[in-house]
C-alpha cells in the first residue's frame, strides 16, 4: 500500500544507494599499498643498517675524514637513507671535492665516489693560506691546508685570492708559468716547485735537482730534453742549467754541489 501524504499526495519512495565497486577497488588498493610502504619502511629500518663503507677517488682526504663529511648525521647509518639524502640534496660545501656520489652496494653496504677538484699548482697568500688554481689559472680553492703532490710556486706571495678569478700574478708571468707547466706535463716531468726570480726567470726542482730554465725563449726546446738527461742523473743532486740554451748553444751544463 502506497504512502500518501498531505492533500492525498503519494511519497516517492527513497532508493538504496548502491555500493560502487571502483570506490572499493580503490580503498582496498590504496590501503594495500601503505601496508607494503609499511613493512617496506620497517624492514629497511630494520635490516639496512651500514656495516662497510668503500670510498673512491679521494686523495686530499682520508676515507675516515670523507665517511664523517657525508655520512654526518644519525640516520645516516642507514644504507637507504644516506644513499636518498645524498640522490636529493647531494653535499656540495666539501673543499676540494667537486662532486660526492652515494652508492648501494648492499643491504648493509656503501660506496662513495669522490671526484675532486683538478690542482694545478697553489700560491702562498699574505696569510699564509694556500691558492689553489686549475690549469687555466682560476683559483678553485683557498685554504691553510697545505696538499701533498700539489707543485707549489715560490718567490711570490700574493695579498689575496678570490675563487673563480684568475691568480695575481702579472699577465707574463702567469702566461710563462702555465706554458711551462703544460709543457712539463706533456713531457711526463713532474715538479714538486717552481720558483720565480727577481728578473722574472723561473727555475723549478725535480727531485733533487734544480732545473734553471731561465725565460720563455725557447721554453719547450729546452724541455723536450729533459726526458733524455733526467735519466741519465738519477740518484745525484745538483743544478742543471738550461737557462742559456739555444738552436746555435746546445751546450747544457749540470752543476754538482761544492763539497
Wanted: hydrophobic content about 40%; proline content about 3%.
Amino acid at each position: 500500500m502506497k504512502r500518501k501524504g498531505r492533500n492525498n499526495q503519494e511519497i516517492p519512495k527513497k532508493k538504496k544507494k548502491k555500493f560502487s565497486k571502483f570506490r572499493f577497488y580503490f580503498f582496498n588498493i590504496v590501503l594495500g599499498v601503505i601496508i607494503c610502504l609499511l613493512v617496506a619502511a620497517m624492514a629497511i629500518y630494520a635490516f639496512c643498517t651500514v656495516h662497510t663503507v668503500t670510498v673512491k677517488g679521494n686523495t686530499v682526504y682520508t676515507e675516515e675524514e670523507i665517511k664523517q663529511l657525508v655520512l654526518d648525521d644519525s640516520y645516516s647509518k642507514n644504507t637507504v637513507y644516506a644513499w636518498g639524502k645524498n640522490l636529493i640534496k647531494p653535499k656540495t660545501d666539501i673543499p676540494f671535492v667537486s662532486a660526492i656520489k652515494v652508492k648501494i652496494k648492499g643491504y648493509d653496504k656503501l660506496e662513495i665516489d669522490v671526484t675532486e677538484k683538478k690542482l694545478f699548482g697553489c700560491v702562498l697568500l699574505s696569510d699564509n693560506r694556500m691558492a689553489y688554481f686549475d690549469e687555466d689559472g682560476k683559483v678553485v680553492e683557498v685554504s691553510d691546508r697545505v696538499i701533498e703532490n700539489v707543485m707549489q710556486v715560490s718567490g711570490i706571495t700574493l695579498d689575496k685570492a678570490k675563487v673563480g678569478s684568475k691568480v695575481g700574478l702579472e699577465k707574463d708571468q702567469l702566461s710563462f708559468m702555465l706554458n711551462l707547466l703544460k709543457i712539463l706535463k706533456k713531457y711526463d716531468i713532474a715538479i714538486s716547485s717552481l720558483s720565480f726570480d727577481e728578473r722574472g726567470r723561473i727555475t723549478v726542482v725535480y727531485g733533487s735537482i734544480l732545473i734553471c730554465v731561465g725565460n720563455d725563449t725557447n721554453v719547450e726546446e729546452k724541455i723536450m730534453r729533459l726526458p733524455h738527461i733526467l735519466p741519465n742523473l738519477e740518484g745525484q743532486s745538483g743544478t742543471l742549467h738550461l737557462e742559456n740554451w739555444t738552436p746555435d748553444n746546445t751546450d747544457i751544463v749540470f752543476e754538482r754541489p761544492k763539497e
